[in-house]
Structure formats: C-alpha cells, structure tokens
C-alpha cells in the first residue's frame, strides 16, 4: 500500500554544489545554484514554501561549505517565518557528488525522506503525490518532459502504471527523471555498490522494476543555461 503523504515530513536538500555549467553558461550567481534569485528571493526560498506547503516539518541541509550553509539557515528563518518548522540539521559535505549525499548523511535522516536541490521549485501536490506513492518496494522519481540538452538520465515511462521499464514500448513514453525524489534507508546503503552515480543508480532501479515516476508540470532543476533561461518566466509565473 502507498504510504500516507502526511507521514513523510523529512526532507534532505542540497543547497551545495559550483554551478559549474551555468556559470560556463554566463550566469552569475553567489555560492550555488540554491541562491540564484527569482522575484527578489533565492530559488532556495522558493523550494522551501512548497516543501513547507506539503506539510515537510524537519530539514536537513546539505553543502560542501559552512558558508552556503549559513547562507540557507538564513533563508529558512526567512520562509519558514509563521510554519511550524521543529528540525534543521546542518551537514557539511565533503563534495562527492549530489547522488551520494544520502548515503553521507544517512544517521540524520528517517526511513523514508523526500530529496530534493535547493534550486528546483515544484509545487506542494507534486510533493504530496511522489509521497503517497512511495511504498516499501520502489524508489519515486520526479519525471520531466525532455529538452534539447542531451545530459539527462531518460527512461522509458509505462504511462499507465507510471513504472519505469527496460525496454519502449506502445505503452511508455521517453522522460527524463531528476529530483525531487522519495528515498528509504534501503535504498541509500545501496548507493555505493553503484558508485554514487546517479545513472548507474536509475539503471538498477529500473531493472528491478522499482523505479515509480511521477510527472511534475514544472520545469526541471537547472543544469545549463538555456535550462535557466526556460525555467525562469515559467518561475515567474508560479510564483505569482
């Protein structure tokens, strides 16, 4: 059975990482990706409101370091200001990749937990849909239409059971998966036989049939420019 979407009140999130391609891109930004700002506020505050709209009560924080991550404590006292918010952790990273931090900090989080970046905006439902699917056997993948940019993980996506498969079919259509996701403890000491590579991880998943995907309407987290330049009047919008 799903698990109930008001249990799962845990979130790890990222507010680490260079922005490496972005900023190859021309994008100028401060310490990460997680504080590009969109209507005078980080993208990270963006992340929080809807993650604090689908009733996540305790945080995990995660950068590479104490700057970017005393840059996100701020921005939480400044969206959590009226939401009954009982838990931020703070973890220092020590910079193996996005796909290996629950595994690092696997002692601070619950059974089950959403992952998500700090630079990824989705809506709260979206939040409580890959929720109420998770159960016991699969890991939740958020889904995506596919760009031009050729650096996705993509899966063939039965459309009527929403589970990834090995092989295309009349059934499934090619999406491409990323954060947020839902993630268990069973899962996360499994990440390094798979060498902390994300594609390498979907792979398995996939193959065990238990990778669960669910389409999100907003657009995927940031990786390139031309992603930015897409995502941003999209942002707008939402947020208004």
């Not at 109930?4 to 391609?21: F, M, N, P, Y």
Request: aromatic share 10%; with cysteine.
């Amino acid at each position: 059975m799903p698990t109930e979407c008001l249990t799962i009140d845990q979130a790890l999130v990222t507010v680490g990482g260079k922005g490496l391609k972005l900023r190859e891109g021309g994008v100028r930004f401060p310490l990460s990706k997680s504080f590009i700002e969109v209507e005078g506020k980080p993208l990270f505050y963006w992340c929080l409101r809807e993650l604090l709209r689908a009733q996540i009560k305790r945080l995990v924080l995660v950068a590479e370091t104490q700057e970017k991550l005393q840059r996100a404590e701020r921005v939480v006292d400044d969206a959590t200001a009226g939401h009954n918010l009982e838990e931020v952790v703070l973890f220092q990273d020590k910079g193996y990749g996005t796909s290996g931090l629950p595994y690092q900090a696997r002692d601070s989080l619950d059974t089950e937990f959403v992952f998500e970046c700090g630079h990824n905006i989705a809506k709260s439902s979206h939040y409580d849909e890959i929720k109420r699917v998770k159960n016991p056997d699969v890991v939740v993948f958020s889904c995506f239409k596919q760009s031009s940019y050729s650096g996705r993980t993509i899966v063939n996506v039965d459309l009527q059971t929403g589970i990834a498969q090995e092989e295309a079919s009349s059934n499934t259509r090619l999406l491409a998966v990323a954060t947020p996701l839902v993630l268990d403890q069973a899962y996360v000491y499994t990440i390094p036989s798979y060498n902390f590579n994300f594609l390498e991880i979907v792979r398995a998943q996939v193959k065990k049939q238990a990778a669960v995907v669910v389409f999100s309407s907003l657009p995927i987290e940031v990786d390139v420019s031309m992603e930015l330049e897409a995502a941003l009047p999209i942002y707008r919008q939402f947020i208004h």
